[in-house]
């Protein structure tokens, strides 16, 4: 989800500056699309281009594609008049947000008759955020678990609190961002992921300060690097960068903790403002086809909520307990609605409490 | 009349990119939510203190390092024949031409536990010793990133430091500690000034570096005010208000080191 390819973007930024220059057809309509890096199809041997392909078949349709490393830097982007983009696809909470701001444009669904191929699961009141549906596209989903390297830990990973296992000191990595982090503290504690309860806050700052000895460091995409050379032996993360790791380095495994934990679906929206609608329209449901999907689930790693992708997918994938787990695993997760901006203002302090704690 | 027009692009841009963004820096850290003038952010700062104190102690030990490593080195540079001279700066230069970020990185996979640092100590039977996520390994980073600044002023002025002068200087029979104390010292003060200014405020403000090398326990301030602006919460407010303080923190700084190097080179004279 935020993988934050910092490198990857960066050079994107850079191809997107001189794409300004170069590009200038009068006729051709350019349509801003901005994406987590390493969250498309784009390049690389073998892959299909669905940027090329989306071109290919609108041909007066020319898409700038760029990368930003997370939701909270998209959203202060756009907040701060820095950047106009007419597509996105930012996380469930981030969605809610941007829609209780009126930032996102109410979608015409005639132009997106691929979302009929959306399963139930994320359609209609299953999507907190969304539940009429009518600003966003489910793009793709999955979950939060502890990735863990199988040689170095030898107790089962089955419950949240191995996170905070002295035995493992200095060998646990923890997201460094505030939402995520009480997300597992509020579920290790059995509290709701989108409590407001300023107690029940303070408790997982509580439960999270403790924490801090066993923990080596607060990452977020370092994790690919600590994890795959084996710096570190546990860490949160989401499932779909789970997969992805574990095709580097094969000790790693992936364990959904039994009190629960986040499902996550990141979907597409269009930003309010935008002066080519239809075509970023056009775009969101051209990602629908069963071709493009498939192509984006299987780079990506991450699960497919489109149900012409998903029969399309190979058995050992649709198998795979990490990216599809079962319903009675699915049944305890809870999705992130948007917090009052009380509540994130607390967590967000209570969040710089905890990091800046020393003791 | 001529000049004025001269220096139009420059003011421009000076305005554009310093000025308008520091007033914006100063009027955010001052109003909250609801554009009110309020004070509410600096009262707000107690729990960034630690973290500042130990950004400033961070930076002076890598600045300190930066100057006993480059000082030396600009000297010897600056004495060598021109065509090794310029190799030397090649060498100096070409780590520049990557980014600064995958530089950092790189040191991120030098110093892990598994790192190839302690991979080759193991093959004697050494360590794994802890380098990463240490205030050292935070040092190294900046260090390393920041050294060419100090160089490269030092190495500019000594340059210009006339070989006759030292020269004249052991003539009249100054030993090697007296010229460089008394000569070479004061002709390379305006190179030491910018040197620590280019290495010292970079340092302060730093955030990759320690977020990669440090681990949970070497927060700097530039993590904490990142997170303000890129954090869960938007809230530019509180960064700003904090951005404005580790301003005015560079800003006394720098000014008693100017003041400091000033009485020195009173004392010099005389």
Redesign the interface.
Known sequence: MKKMSKLVSLALCGCMVLGLFAGCDSDKVTINVCNWGEYMSTSGAGDIDVIQKFEEKYPNIKVNYTTIPSNEELYAKIKSGGAAYDVAIPSDYMIGRLIDEGMLEKLDFANIPNFANVMDDFKGDKVEFDPTNEYSVPYAWGTVGIIYNSKMVDDPVDSWDILWNEKYKDQILMFNNSRDAFGIAEKKLGYSQNTTSEEELRACMEELKKQKPVVQSYVMDEIFNKMEGGSAALAPYYAGDAITMAENNPDLKFAIPKEGTNRFIDSMVVFKGTKHKKEAELFINFMCETEIGLANSEVTGYSTPLKNVYDALDDDVKNNKIAYPDQSVLEKCESFKNLPTETNKLMDELWMEIITDNN | MKKKIASAPYILWMALFTVIPLVLVIVFAFTN?NKEFTVEAFT?MG??I??LIKSLKLALISTVICFVLAYPFSYIMSRSAEHVQRRMMMLIMLPMWM?F??RT?SW??LL????LINRFFGLFGLGPFQM??TEGAVVVGMVYNFLPFMILPLYTVMLKIDKSVIEAAQDLGSNSFNVIRKVILPLSLPGIISGITMVFVPSVGTFMIS??L????N?LIG??IE?Q????????YLGSAVSLLLMVIILITMGIINLFDDEEMEGMMI
């Open positions: 939510e707000k729990q960034f630690p973290s980014s970020l995958l990185y991120m996979t892990e536990k598994n790192g990463i996520n977020r990669m440090g681990g949970n326990e927060m993590d904490l997170k602006f890129f954090g869960n919460m938007y809230n530019p």
